[in-house]
């Protein structure tokens, strides 16, 4: 017997503790089944649930459950991600209220104090995930740190190494000297900052009472330039180009370059050139053949020695050792932003400061340490992600791999195209240690074991030696991008990877095409051959109501937890589901859910009138043989309905699936079928009522098991407690096949006159706010067969559903009554006549209409305005115009309807 009510909180954690132990999520490999795989993007190990998280597996759960009762032998390949820098911050923060910096305990304690942490603390989102209903196939989940994929990791690094596609080299990098990291740029954020514009004089050699001015927002790095570029073609510099300045403070003569960098219309049209320390710099040194200085340690405080590097023109790397310059004294020590204060201070003093503006202008920062990155001139390890990427835009190129919506192509092939080395050190000690050691004249042995590495050593040196292993770690995409196969057990098993690799579809977001999807497809290719997905579906991004990205700071961040824990999982499943429409952001909001949650207490409620009428134990039907013409129309309606659902999920158009679930459960099953056939069921014709109530149940179970991908847990506890199966669990159950010709054309032509007429008249009694409990005489006029025959076979229903006292057909020929009083409505052929003189205060609601349409122009006009203002759709964002533009068709579609309501009264619009 169902409860009165469901009860999210009660069944969630039963089914699923139930689904667990009957191994539901469990693939089959021994299975003669077609193989269908995903691979979850592996979440943080430090993560919690967030409404990205809840869309992407909430869309990754409803394919696997969907593979799964349409017979293939589903993977869902879970796992976590070690995310590096991530973690090792919550244990040193956790070290650090102790008073214990990771340093005092050395490198191999502190690692130990991580794996405690990941032991007690770690995997959160595992249990939060299982709160969201999602199956993946939990016995088998990976870590990105486990011993397995440490061998895969290592196995990929030194084929790479052997075979010249990793390699060591001096670039620049984005440094976080917080963390004394090179971080990739994923993990920069750009943040608006309020600062200053320094327009600084630099002598020349030859003239010095002339000068050339610069503008910096950053005067520290000053230190370090090596030259001043113009723009070729500016008339105010073209005699200067060739002829030298003397730095101030520094006294290091540095050319004036001619180069494109330099835009004429910005500043003075002069800047400073600082290749170590700004990455559009770097460009120009390397074109220009000048020095690169560093002038700040790791901490980013300034040097006593600036370290001078020079480019190999020929060879495209650095000289292995500096030149050091002596830097002033009085800079040595100072971190960038207390040498920045000197600087300005020193060059004032010497009237070299022309002027100093106020400047807002975007400073990248960490994401993780928080503070303004610097591009720093380093060591790290790179891979030649240009050579591995070809193939990987040629599998694209060829369709071996899709990307849905295919425009996010584009977007994948313009990175791939110009993809740079790809810096894959870090300086950290939480990740997968580089399998390189050196000897003590810098050789390096790059090798799968130390002890391998040492027999490498001894065949160089001739003797055993003692090496020093690389303490850098890899950057956390790298062992993320070997997850479609270093989780099926490469390169030692093969069983699985042959039965499941390739994956069948990639479910992830735009932002990490680039960091992930990319590199996953290149890793793939190199090492197994052929790609690692066959689709990827890109989901669009969670904003809030208003289509703002959520974000802490503006305090507009829905938590799914807490959505999850007031209106149940399946509610916030079925919203995500029902917005997820392809290349359109999901503007969510918490009365969005609440409207789902309605959604899945109307269907527990017409569950309980079907047990109550005894329809979940009526006789099994074949629904080719219905015969009522009600019964058949549900039937076909189902049927197209069922279609409708199916390809949805398998063109990725979830909010299609779902609306036709929405509509015809909540429409067309609860609110007319139920209705319809009440009177059948409490009238005295036996064979009507059983053939009603098997159609009643074949109906419900149906939309069950449709449903149940998107709504697991509501449709597993109504269709276990109906007893609507077998002893399988509905997430097992076959996915509904129905045959075709099932839809009645005739069937469905009656029933959906019915529906039109009765939606006619509760239209009126809406806009004209006709007392819900007044009764109107209503009068069809020009009714045509066989709808004359219709309107009295569904009298009773017409007149009980749409508040009719009576329902007359007038005799052909008639003429409708006209005049204030009498609202008119069409449909179809016929014209409905609705006498509300004694229901309402004609003229009153005749004002009230049009007040309300004199509002709605009102605003329509407004709208019109901002949408014709080339200065508000130039420069408002995307979402807010698309927004206006909603806002412009409901309120005109508001107006029309207005207009119509009053014309209906006999008044002019």
């Known amino acids: 017997m169902l409860d009165k009510t469901f009860r999210p909180e009660e069944v969630e954690s039963r089914l699923y503790a139930l689904w667990e132990n009957q191994h539901a999520f469990a693939c089959n490999p021994e299975s003669n089944a077609k193989p269908y795989t995903i691979m979850m993007p592996p979440p943080n190990v430090t993560g919690s649930l967030h409404m990205g998280h809840a869309l992407n597996h909430t869309v990754q759960d409803v394919l696997i459950r969907h593979a799964r009762r349409t017979g293939r032998d589903a993977l869902w390949q879970p796992g976590m991600d070690h995310a590096g820098i991530a973690t090792q911050m919550v244990v040193e923060r956790q070290l650090a209220e102790q008073g214990i910096g990771r340093r005092d305990l050395g490198r191999e304690a502190f690692l130990d104090k991580v794996w405690e942490w990941k032991a007690e603390s770690g995997g959160a989102i595992s249990r939060q995930l299982r709160r969201l209903g999602t199956s993946p196939d939990w016995p088998r989940e990976r870590f990105t740190m486990d011993e397995g994929l440490n061998a895969a990791v290592r196995k990929v690094f030194v084929e790479l190494y052997r075979q010249g596609l990793i390699y060591r080299d001096k670039r620049l990098v984005n440094w976080d000297p917080k963390l004394g990291t090179a971080i990739s740029d994923l993990e920069v954020e750009q943040t608006e900052t309020k600062g200053k514009l320094w327009h600084l004089r630099y002598p020349l050699k030859d003239e010095p009472s002339r000068w050339i001015v610069v503008a910096t927002t950053r005067p520290e790095t000053m230190l370090g330039d090596t030259a001043v570029a113009v723009h070729a073609e500016d008339e105010r510099y073209r005699d200067l180009i060739g002829k030298?300045?003397?730095?101030?403070?520094?006294?290091?003569?540095?050319?004036?370059?001619?180069?494109?960098?330099?835009?004429?219309?910005?500043?003075?049209?002069?800047?400073?050139?600082?290749?170590?320390?700004?990455?559009?710099?770097?460009?120009?040194?390397?074109?220009?053949?000048?020095?690169?200085?560093?002038?700040?340690?790791?901490?980013?405080?300034?040097?006593?020695?600036?370290?001078?590097?020079?480019?190999?023109?020929?060879?495209?790397?650095?000289?292995?050792?500096?030149?050091?310059?002596?830097?002033?004294?009085?800079?040595?020590?100072?971190?960038?932003?207390?040498?920045?204060?000197?600087?300005?201070?020193?060059?004032?003093?010497?009237?070299?400061?022309?002027?100093?503006?106020?400047?807002?202008?975007?400073?990248?920062?960490?994401?993780?340490?928080?503070?303004?990155?610097?591009?720093?001139?380093?060591?790290?390890?790179?891979?030649?992600?240009?050579?591995?990427?070809?193939?990987?835009?040629?599998?694209?190129?060829?369709?071996?791999?899709?990307?849905?919506?295919?425009?996010?192509?584009?977007?994948?092939?313009?990175?791939?195209?110009?993809?740079?080395?790809?810096?894959?050190?870090?300086?950290?000690?939480?990740?997968?240690?580089?399998?390189?050691?050196?000897?003590?004249?810098?050789?390096?042995?790059?090798?799968?074991?130390?002890?391998?590495?040492?027999?490498?050593?001894?065949?160089?040196?001739?003797?055993?030696?003692?090496?020093?292993?690389?303490?850098?770690?890899?950057?956390?995409?790298?062992?993320?991008?070997?997850?479609?196969?270093?989780?099926?057990?490469?390169?030692?098993?093969?069983?699985?990877?042959?039965?499941?690799?390739?994956?069948?579809?990639?479910?992830?977001?735009?932002?990490?095409?680039?960091?992930?999807?990319?590199?996953?497809?290149?890793?793939?290719?190199?090492?197994?051959?052929?790609?690692?997905?066959?689709?990827?579906?890109?989901?669009?991004?969670?904003?809030?109501?208003?289509?703002?990205?959520?974000?802490?700071?503006?305090?507009?961040?829905?938590?799914?937890?807490?959505?999850?824990?007031?209106?149940?999982?399946?509610?916030?499943?079925?919203?995500?589901?029902?917005?997820?429409?392809?290349?359109?952001?999901?503007?969510?909001?918490?009365?969005?859910?609440?409207?789902?949650?309605?959604?899945?207490?109307?269907?527990?409620?017409?569950?309980?009138?079907?047990?109550?009428?005894?329809?979940?134990?009526?006789?099994?039907?074949?629904?080719?043989?219905?015969?009522?013409?009600?019964?058949?129309?549900?039937?076909?309606?189902?049927?197209?309905?069922?279609?409708?659902?199916?390809?949805?999920?398998?063109?990725?158009?979830?909010?299609?699936?779902?609306?036709?679930?929405?509509?015809?459960?909540?429409?067309?099953?609860?609110?007319?079928?139920?209705?319809?056939?009440?009177?059948?069921?409490?009238?005295?014709?036996?064979?009507?009522?059983?053939?009603?109530?098997?159609?009643?149940?074949?109906?419900?179970?149906h939309i069950l098991s449709l449903l149940n991908p998107l709504m697991p847990f509501l449709t597993e506890e109504l269709w276990q407690t109906l007893s609507l199966g077998n002893e399988l669990p509905l997430m097992l159950e076959d996915w509904p096949e129905l045959a075709d010709g099932l839809a009645d054309p005739a069937a469905q032509e009656e029933l959906d006159w019915v529906v039109r007429l009765i939606s006619s008249a509760r239209t009126v009694r809406a806009e004209m706010n006709v007392p819900p409990g007044h009764r109107i005489a209503a009068r069809l006029h020009d009714l045509a067969e066989p709808r004359r025959l219709w309107a009295g076979r569904w009298e009773e229903v017409i007149c009980r559903m749409a508040r009719l006292e009576r329902l007359e057909v007038a005799p052909a020929g008639e003429p409708v009554a006209t005049g204030q009083g009498v609202a008119q409505v069409l449909v179809d052929e016929a014209t409905l006549a609705l006498p509300l003189a004694d229901a309402i205060d004609v003229a009153a609601e005749v004002a009230r209409l049009s007040k309300s349409a004199d509002k709605s122009l009102k605003d329509l006009e407004s709208i019109d305005r901002k949408l014709n203002n080339p200065a508000f759709t130039s420069k408002a964002p995307p979402e807010v115009v698309e927004e206006q533009q909603e806002r412009r068709a409901a309120e005109l579609a508001r107006l029309e309807q207005l207009k119509a309501a009053i014309q209906r009264l006999g008044a002019p619009a």
């Open 244 to 701: 030298m300045v003397v730095l101030p403070l520094v006294g290091r003569e540095i050319p004036i370059v001619a180069d494109e960098h330099a835009d004429p219309e910005q500043g003075s049209g002069a800047v400073k050139i600082t290749p170590a320390h700004d990455f559009n710099d770097y460009e120009v040194g390397k074109r220009q053949r000048v020095p690169f200085i560093n002038v700040l340690d790791a901490q980013a405080r300034v040097l006593a020695e600036a370290q001078v590097f020079y480019l190999d023109p020929d060879t495209g790397h650095f000289s292995p050792e500096a030149t050091l310059e002596p830097l002033p004294a009085a800079y040595a020590g100072l971190d960038r932003y207390a040498a920045r204060k000197k600087i300005v201070e020193d060059l004032d003093a010497k009237g070299l400061v022309e002027k100093i503006d106020d400047h807002v202008h975007t400073v990248p920062h960490g994401d993780r340490g928080g503070v303004a990155i610097e591009p720093w001139l380093t060591d790290q390890w790179y891979c030649d992600a240009y050579t591995l990427a070809q193939p990987a835009i040629k599998a694209v190129e060829e369709g071996r791999t899709k990307f849905v919506p295919q425009n996010w192509e584009n977007v994948y092939f313009d990175w791939m195209r110009n993809i740079q080395p790809w810096c894959i050190s870090r300086q950290l000690w939480w990740g997968h240690q580089i399998p390189a050691w050196y000897g003590p004249d810098g050789e390096v042995f790059v090798a799968e074991s130390e002890e391998d590495a040492a027999v490498e050593a001894s065949a160089y040196y001739g003797t055993a030696t003692a090496l020093v292993r690389d303490e850098d770690v890899l950057d956390t995409w790298f062992s993320s991008a070997l997850w479609p196969f270093s989780t099926l057990g490469w390169p030692e098993g093969q069983d699985m990877l042959a039965r499941y690799y390739p994956g069948d579809v990639l479910v992830t977001g735009f932002d990490i095409i680039f960091f992930w999807v990319a590199r996953m497809m290149m890793m793939s290719l190199h090492f197994m051959g052929d790609v690692p997905f066959r689709t990827v579906y890109i989901h669009a991004l969670v904003r809030d109501a208003k289509g703002q990205k959520m974000s802490k700071s503006k305090g507009n961040v829905i938590d799914p937890l807490e959505l999850m824990d007031k209106y149940g999982s399946d509610a916030l499943r079925f919203t995500l589901m029902s917005m997820a429409a392809q290349g359109r952001d999901i503007k969510l909001s918490e009365q969005r859910v609440e409207g789902y949650r309605n959604f899945a207490t109307k269907l527990w409620n017409a569950a309980r009138y079907c047990e109550m009428n005894d329809c979940h134990t009526a006789a099994p039907l074949d629904p080719a043989a219905v015969s009522a013409p009600v019964n058949r129309w549900i039937v076909g309606e189902l049927a197209a309905t069922a279609a409708a659902v199916t390809r949805g999920l398998e063109d990725y158009r979830f909010n299609e699936a779902a609306g036709a679930l929405y509509q015809f459960t909540w429409g067309t099953f609860c609110d007319w079928y139920l209705e319809f056939t009440k009177p059948i069921l409490a009238g005295d014709d036996a064979a009507l009522v059983a053939e009603t109530k098997s159609t009643t149940r074949w109906v419900l179970s």
